[in-house]
């Protein structure tokens, strides 16, 4: 009986990369590969042709000249007499900062719309559904619009906070006043918030391009130390808790560990807090949070939670019933139920979808164009490009930009993903 | 519009390269119509009216243009471009010429491979505030929260006014003239700042303009102009040239009403020569012996179209002033037709 293997070994020939099937799959894609490089390279080709014939190089040079520009909203000090690059980092860290703070918002209001979603209760579920099918059936960009126009028509202006000598005189108040014990004022340019002072702050760090506030770092330590001091503490009460069935009171351990290393350090470098205050034209003083920012963090906010309360909802769902019916059998509470047996695995089917709600949230924060957020967009993508006329490295840079904060964030979750994953035992 | 900007980059880069740069002219020709870079509207200087049509000091400028290459002002497509576009526009070719309230500046000129062929508005930057916020000088915006348009030279110069004044503000970046008036309306910032001409231009649109005033303070040079390509000379030159003939026109007392009459009657030579009477001008830069004549006709001369469109008695009025004739004091200065 001949086996497979007997067969004889046919020498190559050339016909084979087209007629034989066991080569033939690589003969496609090696010419499809071919090909792609050759269009790659033509593009390439063409585009240095272009610049060459219109006088301009390809050069990255301009991110050191003066930008010339002010910015709005700054995280990190800037003046007109800083860099390009200066400016660009400006704009990333806006955009960093509607992202992270949209993501977590969106999360927080997903989840708890999710869940109630499938509430028994039938007010609170309809009510869900509206929410989410109103929000996430109308335009992302008509949201952030409306947010926007809704914050700055339906506020005063700073001048209407003006107690006039007149006014006083005749014990008038003034049309519009501070909230929250005379420490927010909302206009219709924003909100002025207190600001941190510190008397001993620690300076700053200055390192070329990058320069670090030495006073937020040493804040960010002692936080992590805390957070870490808690995650210990939480972890021997578990063990504590598996060897005698007895959970140690903890809460008052695990409130001083959070609460004391930040205060301490705050006394330490004299906090303070400076109120705005009517000055001019505007409120001087104090932290100006402007309306481009929070419409646009709340319209992405809402909106992405829409998207992210369904698939919660969906995760949830997936989870077979005899899970919660077996959680209620032992006697679990529906809220441990939920938080102890349902969420946990659902979220291996949660996290996949979620990741991709992040990224869309972290793009879309691009919308911010429309009420002139000056994010990555704004600076580089913007003024700068405009000012310096150097499109095609401005716009190269700003997409390898948004690719590396999506990948990352990819990494980050999926890194996630792997530790919430059902581990065989 | 914002989307342009993107695809223009683009654009900008992978059109082949002998297309865009030269014979403009000839293109222009051969697709029978002149695409004009525009406003997106600027009452008086470009804007398009209930019915579509454009009108205003810069697209008569755009008109004259087609009237000298086809004889006919309405051979002409208005592309809007905001303070963002506009330059990507021209460069990628999705326009032949800019005309819309430019300034003239260095970096304009060199870096981003322009040409500034004339200036048809010599202008400045001011400011335009409520009558009621009690200032009186632009030092006093202390604090100010100010309207400003990205991409244009006023965002550079209200930078540098500020800091040399050792006084702060507030910027609100908007993409254009329509929406730095909706917030400077609404009181979202204290003081709208642009060119003087364009001020003015806005405030006449405002349905209670005489709230507004214009602080005295001229910040800058705003020398306005068409802008072509650079490398394209001989449509430079056809640009420069059909401008120049509406000054001289002026000059010579040359109007929309009496041109035909003067070509039939004139003894001057230059007006011959200006004209299309005598000479070639006209065939030396591949336009017909009459095409300036035919721009004449068309929109009238230099000071017919400021008159008509933002001059005094307009809803704009703005004073000939630095745009005067220079043998009337001003600027305005066209090189002989010889
Ligand atoms: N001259 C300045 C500013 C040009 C500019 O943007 N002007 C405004 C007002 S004068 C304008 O034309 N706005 C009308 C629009 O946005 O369509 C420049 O060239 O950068």
Redesign the interface.
Known sequence: MALASDVPKDSFRLSMLIYDTRYRSITIQVFVLLLVGLFLAW?LQ??A???A????EFNFGFLWQRA?????QQLIPY???STHFRALLVGLLNTLAVAVLGCILATVLGVLVGVLRLSNNWLVSRLMTIYVEALRNVPLLLWILLTYVIL??ATP?PRDFRITDEMAAAGEAPAASMILFDTVAVT??GTNVPAPMFTRGLGMLDLGPLSINLTTLAFLIVLGGSIWAYRSLKASADATQEESGVRPTTWWQSLLIMVLPVSLLSAALGLHWEIPEL????F?GGI?VAHSFTALLVALALYTSAFIAEIVRAGIQAISRGQSEAAFALGLRPGRTMNLVILPQALRVIIPPLISQYLNLTKNTSLG?AV?Y?DLR?TLG??T?????R??EC?LLMMAIYLTISLIISAVMNFYNASVQLKAR | M?KS??L???A???????AA?AGTLDDVKARGELICGSNTGLTGFGTPDANGNWTGFDVDLCRALAAAIFGDPTKVKFIPTT??TR??AL?SGEVDVLIRNSTWTF??DT???LDFVAVNYYDGQGFMVKKD?GVSSAKE?????VCIQ??TTT??N???F??QNNIS???????DDS?AQRQFL?????AYTTDASGLAASRATMPDGDQYIILPEIISKEPLGPVVR??DNNWGDVVRWTFNALLIAEEKGVTKANVAEVAASSQDEEVKRLLGVSGDMGAKIGLPNEAFKNAIAAVGNYGEVFASNIGEGTAINLARGLNALWTQGGLQYAAPFR
Not at chain 1, 279 to 282: A, D, R, Y
Not at chain 2, 12 to 18: D, H, K, L, Y
Not at chain 2, 186 to 190: L, N, V
């Open positions: 593009l063409n585009t042709a272009n610049l014939a219109r006088g301009k010339g520009y002010d910015i709005g003046t007109n007499d700055s028509e202006q219709n340019r000055k001019g034209f505007n001087a100006l164009i002139s000056l704004g913007g003024i490009l405009n000012q310096t006329g499109e095609l716009m | 914002k900007a993107f223009g980059a683009l900008a880069t992978t059109v082949i390269a002998g740069m303070g963002e330059f990507t460069q970096s304009r870096e981003l491979a916020l915006l202390d604090g100010a929260t990205t991409g965002e550079l209200l930078a540098d500020f800091k503000y507030q910027p609100v970046t908007v993409a929406e609404a009181g979202a910032c204290d650079h490398g």
